[in-house]
């Protein structure tokens, strides 16, 4: 599966974004699909994901209560709106694909470009 991540853009703190993760395919309801990210300097780590079905996500502390994963497998579609963004929110996020939901980054095979978040305080 290829995974294309966007959205990522310019916003001020407090405000929202929605990052896209459309996979090509005809398997992509097959997959578990996750957001990490990575800051400069730092290692990339877990924000958000969702399993094949839709029926369970999880959240990183971190971002729990702000940032919400859904998926619309007809539209070979992941979402992730952000709302209330933080100045350490900043970072490229990445979406990748596996066929089980983990919080560990090397469980994953298939991944995204990457698309730039920058959130001035």
């Known amino acids: 599966v290829q995974l294309q991540a966007s959205g990522g853009g310019l916003v001020q703190a407090g405000g929202s974004l929605r990052l896209s993760c459309t996979a090509s395919g005809r398997t992509f309801s097959s997959y578990a699909i996750t957001w990490f990210r990575q800051a400069p300097g730092k290692e990339r780590e877990f924000v958000a994901g969702?399993?094949?079905?839709?029926?369970?996500?999880s959240y990183a502390d971190s971002v729990k209560g702000r940032f919400t994963i859904s998926r619309v497998n007809a539209k070979n579609t992941v979402y992730l709106q952000m709302n209330s963004l933080k100045s350490d929110d900043t970072a490229v996020y990445y979406c990748?694909?596996?066929?089980?939901?983990?919080?560990?980054?090397?469980?994953?095979?298939?991944w995204g470009q990457g698309t730039l978040v920058t959130v001035s305080s």
């Open positions: 990748a694909a596996a066929f089980r939901l983990t919080w560990t980054r090397d469980d994953y095979e298939y």
């Open positions: 969702i399993v094949r079905t839709g029926g369970t996500t």
